[in-house]
């Protein structure tokens, strides 16, 4: 399936995730990732699936279900696939739902990929770096893909988009939490001059065990530095769009495998299908796996956890 959700979303509302790319091919391989380790790290731009198919799929999702947005997501970096801008344009003749690009903003130095997003209604890429080292600290980029090219293709996107653009600040405890990171962060996102910034902090498992968002004194430091900014360290709330999933088990692993779950929220799915015992038999069977992170336990697929 290349659908998922509606999932709640801290800054989107009911959000209707949208995947163009197999789990998980990535430009970045995050030391906080939610996904776990990148298994194919690359910069080539592919069509990696029949793009009628997917936008087959958003069309039967949106006759059966209510969505405050779509969004170009998924399993790695978007903008990698060839198919985003047809499909942003498909979704624009279709639906007058608005659409977001949740992008790493990693290969926007392409001209053909600022083109294709020029039709999104919301863009909102990553800077969790002012520098070089910080950049190779954090994000560990493929090898062709080089801090002030990247920053450059922000810069230059903003210029020429004329969409909002939220831009999105991870924040990793002793790696880009310190008052020089955060001035270089600030001086790239003063370059970029995005509509909004947003400071948010890992709360689901990360890629590297030792990944740990700041303590809430340095976050409040953090905001007084990068200026005027929103900040989500909170956990969303609200139900998942169950009716495109024929039971819980495969709600749990097809939700669970783009947006890790907690345990109540798996079991709230479970109640939704009334198949008690569906988590623990998953369990049992090694479907899924128990990890704890900040006291909160979550449910991951079992190759998320051999990826990690
Ligand atoms: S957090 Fe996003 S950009 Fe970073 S590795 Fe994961 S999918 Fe890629």
Known sequence: MFIYGPVPSRRLGRSLGVSLIPAKTCTYSCVYCQLGRTNRLQSRRESFFPKERVLSEIRKQLSISEADFISLVGDGEPTLSLDIGWLIQKCKENTDRPIAVITNGSILFRPDVRDELMAADVVIPSLDAGSEEVFRAVNRPHG?????????????????????????????????????????????????????????????????????????????????????????????????????????????????????????????????????????????????????????????????????
């Open 144 to 308: 062709n893909i080089e801090y002030d090219r990247m920053l450059q293709g922000q810069v230059d996107f903003r210029r020429e988009y004329k969409g909002q653009i939220w831009l999105e600040v991870m924040l990793v405890h002793g790696v880009n939490d310190t008052e020089a990171a955060l001035k270089e962060i600030r001086s790239a996102a003063g370059q970029i001059m995005p509509d909004r910034l947003y400071i948010t902090t890992p709360i689901r498992p990360p890629a590297e065990p030792w990944v740990e968002p700041p303590p809430p004194d340095e976050i409040i430091r953090a905001q007084q530095i990068l200026g005027q900014s929103f900040t989500i360290d909170e956990r969303e709330s609200g139900g998942f769009g169950l009716d495109s999933f024929s039971g819980a088990r495969q709600a749990i692993l097809e939700i669970g495998s783009r947006h890790p779950l907690r345990l109540e929220q798996a079991l709230e799915i479970e109640n939704e299908f009334a198949e008690s015992g569906t988590v623990e038999m998953m369990l049992k069977e090694k479907k899924l796996v128990k990890i704890s992170y900040s006291a909160i336990e979550y449910l991951l697929p079992d190759y998320f956890v051999r990826n990690r």
